[in-house]
């Protein structure tokens, strides 16, 4: 089994989190809690949201713009249609949110 990065773009960072009132924050939480939970042991670390931040290049540090990710996690799977599938789970897929998937790989 190979471990999976799962990218995230989109879903509350995008649509604006911090206008969001803690009821809403906490009932996306639950969510996404619900969801590592159906996960089980394929989950190997929840990851976090993230911050706008920078795209550092040779020509400089740029805004990451609008594409910017809104978050992690690290999924174990046999392989990555497997990763794909429990990806394509996640209940925000509907509402809009994307999900990249990579295999990491073992150093």
């Known amino acids: 089994m190979a471990n999976y990065l799962f990218v995230y773009?989109?879903?509350?960072?995008?649509?604006?989190?911090?206008?969001?009132?803690?009821?809403?924050?906490?009932?996306?939480m639950e969510i996404w809690i619900a969801w590592f939970k159906k996960l089980g042991k394929a989950l190997v670390e929840?990851?976090?949201?993230?911050r706008p931040g920078k795209t550092v290049s040779k020509a400089g540090a740029r805004a990451t713009g609008a594409n910017a990710v809104a978050g992690y996690s690290i999924i174990k799977a046999n392989n990555l249609g497997a990763a794909v599938n429990m990806a394509k789970s996640h209940p925000d897929i509907s509402k809009g949110m994307k999900i990249a998937?990579?295999?990491l790989m073992a150093m």
């Open 9 to 28: 773009y989109g879903g509350m960072a995008e649509d604006g989190a911090t206008k969001a009132t803690p009821e809403q924050q906490q009932k996306e």
């Open 101 to 103: 998937v990579y295999e």
């Open 46 to 50: 929840m990851g976090a949201p993230t």
